[in-house]
């Protein structure tokens, strides 16, 4: 099991840029979320997917962030244009149905905007 | 109010200490419970869920109080590896579904 996996590590850009972070999950997990990690803010769920569906984005903080899971095995978190604040750890995760059933993260994906 | 809190500490005890955690819920509705933990710049890892009649892994106790609605962590012998933060997780179903995470309690173990 390859865990979940998130690409890049570390992203710098310059405000206005267009960023895309990817996420491929567990095979076999059929839910999947995006959060977002700062020392002001602790960790924030931005949005949920289940089998591929988006359930629930109301953390997506404004229309500048889109996700979107193609398939069952990928999915993107984009944020365009982006701005100073959204400097944070944004982390994938996924899980299956079940009782009980933990989340598992990726390492996640540092973004730091100039 | 968070619907998830934590006290932040930072807890600062000696190695063999045991130190207790709470971490109170506002969603009456909530259903399965969780502690995870993370390292500094790393992702958050499951510790352990924490089930209606309290459960034990090794050194490790989690406590649910289901009508002053709060959970615990109870480490006993604490290791310096055991420096961490440790976030208390709350979902309103069982299965998985959205999880609400506190803020986190840092512990830190000295020799």
């Known amino acids: 099991d390859a865990g979940v996996i998130q690409s890049p590590r570390h992203e710098v850009t310059e405000m206005g840029q267009e960023v895309t972070l990817r996420c491929k999950p567990i095979?076999?997990?059929?839910?999947l979320f995006w959060y977002r990690q700062t020392m002001m803010r602790g960790l924030e769920l931005l949005i949920y997917?289940?089998?591929?569906?988006?359930?629930?984005d109301s953390g997506m903080p404004e229309d500048r962030f889109s996700a979107k899971m193609p398939n069952a095995s990928f999915s993107t978190l984009k944020i365009q244009p982006s701005e100073p604040r959204d400097s944070a750890v944004y982390f994938c995760?996924?899980?299956?149905?079940?009782?009980?059933?933990?989340?598992?993260f990726g390492n996640g994906t540092r973004l730091t905007v100039t | 109010r968070k619907e998830v809190e934590q006290d932040p500490g930072p807890f600062n005890v000696p190695e063999g200490a045991t130190v207790a955690f709470n971490c109170t819920y506002s969603?009456?509705?909530?259903?399965?419970f969780f502690w995870y933990r993370q390292d500094c710049r790393k992702e958050p890892k499951l510790l352990m869920s924490?089930?209606?009649s309290g459960n034990e892994d090794g050194r490790f106790t989690a406590q649910l109080n289901r009508a002053s609605q709060y959970i615990s962590l109870l480490i006993r012998d604490s290791k310096l590896s055991d420096s961490a933060t440790y976030l208390c997780?709350?979902?309103?179903?069982?299965?998985?579904?959205?999880?609400?995470f506190g803020d986190g309690t840092t512990l830190t173990v000295k020799p």
């Open positions: 095979s076999g997990h059929d839910y």
């Open positions: 997780v709350v979902n309103i179903n069982t299965n998985a579904g959205k999880s609400t």
């Open positions: 997917f289940n089998n591929n569906v988006p359930i629930d």
């Open positions: 924490v089930y209606s």
């Open positions: 969603n009456s509705a909530s259903q399965s």
């Open positions: 995760a996924s899980s299956r149905t079940g009782e009980y059933s933990p989340l598992h």
